[in-house]
DNA sequence: TCGTCACGTCGACAGATGTCGACGGATGTA
DNA sequence: TACATCCGTCGACATCTGTCGACGTGACGA
């Protein structure tokens, strides 16, 4: 049920979202300016938006300093639903280790086959 | 270089390409016309728009038997990138256990800190 | 051969989406 | 205070996308 409704991948499914998740990734926080200047193949205003994008996704935090905001990938978000749905496509072979972490088998199970 | 094209992530945008695919997930092997009635929220010919979007972007496998056409998920395909996308975001805690596989490392490290 | 089934594709349409420039609100500095 | 910086939002525009019905094609059965 809830593979239907995985807002991450809406998030993931734009090359320039893309990039700016792999810049987080790279570099923990980065501000929208900083971002802008990563991509730099769009303007800072089209970044805002998909900041707001990737916000309201769960895709990634939000810290103010100032007038400053820093942009951080949220590993606990819905990144883990996208990844949870992938891992039940692939089937076996893939292992998802998480430290702290409810049980996943709670919501994804393994996959079973009907044929 | 390889983390903004994933074709994949477009692929896995919409909903009902997403539930075709739980769909082929479940049941391993699905023709058009059953993987319409399994969706049901849209037409045949949606459907099929579909799987070809799901077909170019590696995502799933055809096999054609006399006037029917099998179509189950490629898990050798682009998921794969996907899944190794995100992998790298979420960083550690989460192992990708390929049986047969490439090296992993060969294309997307572990992702430093910077800050 | 003729009819039917299982599909893919095309044309048309409405709605969603990405992009930019301009504006305004906070926050810091002189 | 006055000004600059950082950033979100709005309006406008062009393009992409999902959807459907109609049509054509290849495969099967009578």
Same mark, same amino acid.
């Not at 991948?9 to 734009?14: E, G, N, P, Q, R």
């Not at 895709?59 to 992938?86: K, M």
């Not at 891992?87 to 972490?101: C, I, K, R, T």
């Given at each position: 049920?809830s593979a239907?409704?995985?807002? #991450? +991948?809406? @998030?993931? &499914?734009?090359?320039?979202?893309r990039?700016i998740?792999?810049?987080?990734?790279?570099d *923990?926080?980065?501000?929208?300016t %900083?971002? #802008?200047? $990563?991509v730099?193949?769009? =303007?800072?205003? /089209?970044?805002? &938006?998909?900041?707001r994008?990737?916000? /309201?996704?769960g895709?990634?935090? %939000?810290r103010?300093? *100032?007038?400053?905001?820093?942009?951080?990938v949220?590993?606990? =978000?819905?990144? $883990?639903?996208a +990844? $949870? +749905?992938?891992?039940g496509l692939? *089937?076996?072979g893939v292992?998802?280790?998480?430290?702290?972490? %409810? @049980?996943? %088998? &709670?919501e994804g199970?393994?996959h079973?086959?009907? =044929?």
């Amino acid at each position: 049920m809830s593979a239907n409704e995985i807002l #991450a +991948f809406d @998030a993931l &499914s734009d090359r320039v979202r893309r990039q700016i998740l792999s810049a987080l990734g790279e570099d *923990g926080e980065l501000t929208v300016t %900083e971002i #802008a200047e $990563r991509v730099d193949v769009v =303007g800072r205003s /089209t970044v805002s &938006s998909h900041l707001r994008i990737l916000r /309201t996704s769960g895709v990634v935090n %939000e810290r103010r300093d *100032g007038r400053r905001r820093y942009y951080s990938v949220d590993t606990d =978000g819905s990144i $883990r639903d996208a +990844f $949870r +749905f992938l891992q039940g496509l692939l *089937g076996a072979g893939v292992q998802l280790d998480m430290s702290a972490s %409810e @049980a996943i %088998e &709670s919501e994804g199970q393994p996959h079973k086959k009907v =044929g």
